[in-house]
């Protein structure tokens, strides 16, 4: 995908039956279905039960199998509740007869009420940076294979990291990350299609981040790491075409789990989304 009209086309998932959406997949250069793809699909199921006067404040979902490319994935919804402020939903998506991922959601309609918030961390601004795309344009054949295939994968989000990660050296760093980001391409007001597109990039950057005490922030080779379960606050209106700073960390790693969390400020420093994530971390052995 290179635009996000065909990641939005993708979230725009086919009814089959009253609480039942059909949706399909890209592939972003692994053998299986995204976890952004498919936590983005089931929110959008979700979406489509709920009144349009309310907009998701929070999700959480976990990964449970990994999603085969070649065919369609099933979004079963199940209407928790609907209440006076509170629209609550249940999501399974299915492949096979099995689930590979379940999903709660939350919507809520708008309220006034107490507002405070943490500071944008002080980096430097996206003008000042180079996008995962220039780095592949810059670097170009200097690059270790395994790195130029991810850096040359197509998206539709386009990221400038902050923090310099040497591609040549199995180095170690604090395990804090921060990461601009956008949408390639235009999108309007519609507060859905921003949480939806929000909710997709939010996978990315966030599990790796937990690697980089480890000598491993570059290089995944003999890794096996897949989300486990991912959580979505979202806080305040924001357009997802406009850039975002995503301020990732990770305050531990143990029994071959590593915890990541990230707070998503817009260019004025308003927070408008909080994410936090587990995930597989695990040494592949040679037999």
Not at 39 to 61: I, K
Not at 117 to 146: I, R, T, W
Not at 252 to 281: C, H, P, W, Y
Request: charged fraction near 25%.
């Amino acid at each position: 995908m290179k635009q996000v009209s065909e990641l939005l086309s993708l979230l725009d998932l086919e009814r089959i039956e009253v609480n039942l959406f059909k949706g399909q997949s890209r592939s972003v250069g692994s053998p299986r279905v995204f976890g952004g793809q498919v936590m983005a699909q089931a929110l959008s199921a979700a979406m489509r039960t709920v009144p349009e006067d309310r907009f998701v404040h929070s999700f959480h979902g976990y990964f449970v199998l990994p999603g085969n490319l070649e065919i369609p994935i099933i979004f079963e919804v199940d209407r928790i509740r609907d209440g006076g402020s509170f629209t609550t939903r249940a999501v399974k998506a299915i492949q096979n007869g099995q689930a590979i991922f379940h999903l709660t959601a939350s919507f809520q309609i708008d309220q006034e009420g107490y507002d405070h918030q943490v500071e944008m961390p002080k980096v430097l601004g996206y003008d000042e940076l180079v996008s995962y795309d220039g780095m592949a344009k810059q670097f170009g054949d200097q690059l270790p294979p395994n790195i130029r295939k991810i850096l040359n994968i197509e998206r539709p989000i386009e990221f400038r990291p902050v923090e310099f990660l040497n591609p040549f050296a199995s180095e170690v760093y604090e395990p804090v990350r921060n990461v601009w980001l956008k949408t390639k391409g235009e999108m309007t007001d519609d507060r859905r299609q921003n949480a939806l597109v929000l909710a997709y990039a939010s996978d990315y950057n966030l599990l790796t981040t937990a690697l980089f005490p480890h000598g491993k922030a570059i290089d995944h080779r003999n890794l096996q790491i897949a989300s486990l379960d991912h959580a979505m606050w979202f806080h305040r209106p924001f357009r997802a075409d406009e850039w975002l700073l995503y301020s990732i960390d990770s305050p531990s790693a143990s029994g071959a789990r590593g915890f990541t969390r990230g707070n998503i400020f817009d260019v004025e420093g308003k927070l408008v989304a909080s994410v936090a994530q587990e995930g597989l971390m695990r040494e592949v052995k040679k037999k």
